[in-house]
């Protein structure tokens, strides 16, 4: 998706306590990454990232990246593949629409935000917290050249 204002101021305490509000609820992991250079196809560029990030080495597979490209104006949401097989596409569909609201109206913060509580719901739905649970990724937002 690709909205079309400025580059984003975010508040970058409030999407990493998002993130970490979200995990309470879930196994599941959420990163947020801000890439600096275009991204014309993020998707392709999510794709790339979610790899070197380690996201495919989740223990249940049901990582989330949320990929913002703000020199492109172009953004991505993708789950890995236990993810995708409990939502499929019009989850993805939806999200992205409604982040993009928030982004049209230069509400950076609150969009990624929004974006990390529906997954986090979607994550606790399919993917509850267990027990003996642990951290696998860290909860911060990466940057990527």
């Known amino acids: 998706m690709s ?5 984003p101021k975010i508040d970058h305490a409030r999407v990493v306590a998002a993130i970490g509000a979200a995990e309470a609820k879930t196994s599941g992991e959420i990163r947020v990454l801000l890439a600096r250079h275009r991204a014309p196809d993020p998707v392709a560029a999510a ?9 495919t080495q989740t223990k249940e ?8 490209a703000p020199r492109s104006r172009t953004f991505a949401v993708i789950g890995d593949s236990a993810v995708h097989e409990k939502c499929g596409d ?8 409604t ?7 230069a509400e950076f913060t609150a969009g990624l935000e ?11 739905e399919h993917f509850p917290r267990q027990s003996d649970d ?7 937002i ?3 050249d």
């Open 3 to 7: 909205w079309f204002f400025s580059t």
């Open 47 to 55: 794709q790339k990232h979610f790899a070197r990030l380690g996201m």
């Open 61 to 68: 597979r049901n990582g989330v990246l949320i990929f913002l």
């Open 90 to 97: 019009a989850f993805w569909t939806e999200l992205a629409a």
């Open 99 to 105: 982040m993009i609201v928030h982004f049209k109206r």
């Open 114 to 124: 929004h974006g990390i509580t529906r997954a986090g719901a979607l994550l606790a």
């Open 134 to 140: 642990v951290n696998e990724l860290p909860d911060t």
């Open 142 to 144: 990466e940057e990527a």
